[in-house]
């Protein structure tokens, strides 16, 4: 299995954060496990270069999937993704506020979504995973991905916001702020900081600001088994244990134990790997 994150490259590095690529294949008769995603601070755009999947949300239950290329919005609710044998995806994440600059619709529409990216982008994007397909190396992947973002660019897309700033930084530091914090780093009041929020990222900066703490401490535990949740709760800015625990309760129905015990049953484990980007 590889599990590989790829810098973009500088002309793309103000929309991205970064570039996935998971591959795998499952030789063996039987599907795979279900991977249960919880609610991640990001707005993707996801290639499935080969085998599709098919994904249904866990409180509405709401099923879609088989889709080419998706573009993902803000998801608030945990969704369970099943994929095929052979599994080959590149994932754009790009940073706060860039799908909006780059498409023009208002992320509040794009949230709890899983549409065809074909209906939002260009018709080229059709075209990508054929490429993808045809390459040989890794590196050669990325670089199809990045040629065809880069053809999206030429629509002139909208200026960068200083609350897409503000908000990028986040992602550097494991102790999130608060509104009013967020919205004097953007030198906005609270009210306008929440309202070009909503816009360019779909949801609250409240409830943003959440899921970023919660999945810096998702990540801390996946990566560090043996830490033990009042030192994740220490290390990630919760003021005790009661306050991590409640956010995992509103943000995935479950304890923080219960939570990464499914985990444990993702498919990325039968390959000796963890979730930890």
Known sequence: MVLQEYKPSLSLAEYIRTIRLVQYQLKQRGSLPAKAYPPRPEHCLSFYARDRETVTYKNSGTKTGNLSTVLFGHQTEVSNRFVGNDFLLIQVVFKPGALYR????????????????QTILSKEVREVNEQINECFTYPQMIAVVEKFLLRELRRKPREKHRLDIATSNLFNNNLIPGVDQLAKDACLTTRSAERHFRERMGVSPKYFLKVMRFENAFRMKNMDPNLDWLSISVRCGYYDYQHLARDYRDLTGLTPNQFHEIDLKAPERLFGEADTY
């Open 102 to 117: 780059l498409t023009g619709v208002p992320s509040y529409q794009l949230t709890n979504q899983y549409i065809d990216a």
